[in-house]
């Protein structure tokens, strides 16, 4: 019976002191201070320099302590993960951060690793769709094989030979959009000589004529879309009788092209000479010699 008393006595001094102890903490708890900014940055000079030369949000709106949360050896893992914080994007959904924002401290200072594409398109969605839905080498590129720096918008000269020796990298993006480039349009104030870089025959024989397609720039008839070609009656309409016309059913068999139109003038020939250089059509219903 003794002993039990002893034993007894043993486990609820014990009891006491484990709650004295943590009473004891706890009030040395709240009484101990907290660190601030200004703490860290006694022994922390970098990431301090960083966050007020680049540090976006991060300077404004997130102390030290709002990541991390202690110091050791009173807490071992100090370095938090982004999406403690960051959440609700797609963007945010990925992992390895530190591919791209290598310095958290600086998020916005992007160096983008190589060969990437899903990180870029979580937040540049109508890029990926231009490229997808129009074919062309620029759909098997990654993302970072022209934009090796965030935000960085490469000149098409960089890879690419102009069309002509006057033309700049400015020119390029008149006709060409860099996620679609094989879908090329082009303003009503393209210069024919623009088009003449890829199309020089046309272009010497329209500057050569002197009916009136001469004063007509090249985006006239080939309008809002590359390698349109028009018909001569959506311009001229009709301009022949019918009888002609069913006898001649193509313009070019009497005008040749549009860049290099035929003259009818009767005055050119002489009396009874015959213009050998065209070949008319026969008249419906000749039998053939």
Same mark, same amino acid.
């Given at each position: ?5 002893? %034993? ?6 014990? =009891?006491?002191? !484990? ?21 860290? !940055? ?53 992992? $390895?951060? !530190? ?26 969605? *109508? ?17 970072? /094989?022209?934009?090796? %720096? ?7 000269? *960089? ?17 060409? *959009? ?5 879908? =090329? ?17 046309? /272009? ?10 001469? $004063? ?20 001229? $309409? ?9 006898? /001649? ?28 250089? =065209? ?11």
């Amino acid at each position: 019976m003794n002993k039990l008393v002893d %034993v007894l006595k043993i486990v609820i001094l014990s =009891v006491l002191l !484990v709650a004295m102890t943590a009473m004891f903490a706890g009030a040395a708890d709240l009484t101990r201070p907290g660190l601030s900014n200004s703490d860290c !940055v006694k022994c922390h000079t970098a990431a301090p320099d960083a966050i007020a030369a680049n540090g976006g949000a991060h300077k404004t709106q997130v102390s030290c302590q709002d990541c991390h949360a202690g110091h050791p050896p009173t807490v071992k893992k100090i370095i938090p993960v982004c999406s403690q914080c960051h959440s609700g994007k797609p963007h945010y959904n990925l992992s $390895g951060c !530190v591919r791209c924002h290598s310095n958290p401290h600086a998020p916005k200072i992007i160096k983008l690793a190589n060969n990437i594409t899903d990180e870029c398109i979580t937040c540049h969605t *109508q890029q990926i769709v231009k490229l997808k839905q129009v074919k062309s080498k620029h759909t098997n590129l990654a993302c970072s /094989f022209c934009h090796n %720096v965030h935000g960085k918008i490469p000149l098409c000269t *960089q890879c690419h030979k102009p069309h002509g020796a006057d033309m700049t990298a400015a020119d390029c993006k008149r006709c060409h *959009q860099a996620h679609m480039p094989t879908a =090329v349009t082009y303003p009503s104030d393209t210069t024919n000589k623009m088009c003449s870089s890829c199309h020089k025959k046309a /272009f010497e024989l329209h500057a050569q004529t002197d009916t009136k397609h001469k $004063g007509v720039n090249c985006v006239t008839c080939h309008k809002d879309k590359h390698k349109t070609i028009p018909t001569c009656q959506s311009c001229h $309409g009709a301009p022949h009788p019918a009888r002609m016309l069913a006898r /001649f059913t193509k313009c070019a068999d009497c005008h040749n092209i549009a860049h290099d139109l035929n003259r009818w003038d009767a005055g050119t020939l002489k009396a009874g000479e015959k213009d050998d250089s =065209v070949k008319l059509p026969p008249k419906k219903g000749a039998k053939k010699k």
